[in-house]
């Protein structure tokens, strides 16, 4: 089973100022067969369900706003929030789909100072 | 837009059964290939992945629950549903249907998305 590591576990931002959360994989996401790596992340706000930001790695999902961005390859990757607002608050959590079963990072609860 | 609701159990009795079912609507699951998924959320914890059926019938499961887990379809109802056997206190969480589009081709590249929809979730308790 692949394990993920979020960094750090929680986070406390000013409104507009920039936030990275930081995950690392156990083994390489890569997937040559597509060519993909598959890490996603989601954010869960309080009491709602989780919601899908960044799909493999760096590709925003539908309606997300572009001050979310994703990085990394292989083991390492990042979540990056140019500039946070009160609605960021929640738990970022990220995800591996490349192999069964499908895990998650513990995740990174993200709070406005 | 598609849109998911799961049912609604709330208690189950140790060693018993539960059987919960999702509503899939605004979309068609036979024409949409999509991938249908659930996961669960153990109380204060993080999220963990229960399996998924596509293709109408083909199914993954997480190893750890692979002996109690069965995911099943119902196209002509628009469902797709979730039963667990032999449940314990350790299996109380909120449970939550959720959606995984089909891999698309845009601009010559392959686009394998995420989990994009998710239902409302239910939750479980074993007691």
């Known amino acids: 089973e692949i394990v993920l590591t979020q960094t750090p576990l929680s986070l406390s931002v000013r409104p507009g100022e920039a936030a990275s959360i930081s995950c690392r994989s156990s083994?390489?996401?890569?997937?040559?067969?597509?060519?993909?790596?598959?890490l996603d992340w989601y954010l869960q706000r309080p009491g709602q369900s989780p919601q899908l930001l960044i799909y493999?790695?760096?590709y925003r999902a539908s309606g997300v706003p572009d001050r979310f961005s994703g990085e990394g390859s292989g083991t390492d990757f990042s979540l990056k929030i140019s500039r946070v607002e009160a609605e960021d608050v929640g738990i970022y959590y990220c995800?591996?789909?490349?192999?069964?079963?499908?895990?998650f990072g513990p995740g990174t609860r993200v709070d406005i100072k | 837009q598609v849109r998911l609701k799961e049912s609604k159990t709330g208690l189950v009795r140790p060693s018993q059964t539960l059987s919960l079912t999702c509503t899939v609507s605004?979309?068609?699951?036979?024409?949409?290939?999509?991938?249908w998924i659930w996961f669960r959320q153990l109380p204060g914890k993080g999220l963990e992945w229960i399996g998924y059926?596509?293709?109408?019938?083909?199914?993954y499961y997480n190893p750890s629950l692979k002996s109690r887990v069965t995911i099943s379809s119902d196209t002509s109802q628009n469902q797709f549903s979730l039963e667990m056997k032999a449940m314990t206190a350790a299996d109380t969480a909120v449970y939550y249907c959720?959606?995984?589009?089909?891999?698309?081709?845009?601009?010559?590249?392959?686009?394998?998305?995420?989990?994009?929809?998710w239902g409302q979730g239910t939750t479980v308790t074993v007691s």
């Open positions: 959720a959606r995984k589009p089909p891999i698309s081709l845009v601009r010559g590249s392959i686009r394998n998305h995420g989990v994009d929809v």
């Open positions: 605004g979309g068609s699951m036979t024409s949409s290939r999509s991938y």
């Open positions: 059926i596509y293709d109408m019938g083909i199914t």
């Open positions: 083994q390489s996401l890569f997937g040559s067969d597509e060519g993909n790596t598959y």
């Open positions: 493999t790695v760096s």
């Open positions: 995800m591996q789909r490349m192999n069964f079963p499908w895990t």
